[in-house]
């Protein structure tokens, strides 16, 4: 009588550390978002919290989510250097002039 006692305690103490378990795992997202000074950090809580519903079906996404992005560095997805650029989008300006005054040689070349 007494190890059914013992046993069953033991049953509901293993339920509740998975049951809070599962609702932890399920913050992370927002964890990170709030760490990151993420901009959609209220979006990223309730998705976490649809994501109980969908049983982690979408966590992964909303954890890549809340990993893209950086204070110091935005959504990480500028050219720093390697596309001829200072990664604040001036390269990118003298490039595309320079295409386009490429093009209208071309375009002028070709009408004589």
């Given at each position: 009588m007494f190890l059914e006692y013992v046993a069953l305690i033991l049953l509901i103490f293993v339920g509740l550390v998975f049951f809070y378990g599962i609702i932890a795992i399920h913050d992370i997202p927002y964890e990170i978002a709030v760490k990151r000074n993420h901009p959609?950090?209220?979006?990223?809580?309730?998705?976490?919290?649809?994501?109980?519903?969908?049983?982690?079906?979408?966590?992964?996404?909303?954890?890549?989510?809340?990993?893209?992005?950086?204070?110091?560095?935005?959504?990480?997805?500028?050219?720093?250097?390697?596309?001829?650029?200072?990664?604040?989008?001036?390269?990118l300006g003298a490039r595309l002039e320079a295409i386009e005054a490429r093009l209208a040689e071309l375009e002028t070349g070709k009408g004589e």
């Open positions: 959609h950090q209220d979006v990223l809580h309730v998705a976490g919290w649809v994501s109980l519903f969908t049983l982690h079906a979408i966590w992964p996404f909303l954890w890549i989510w809340a990993m893209m992005y950086r204070e110091d560095r935005g959504w990480g997805m500028e050219t720093s250097g390697g596309g001829g650029g200072s990664g604040d989008g001036e390269g």
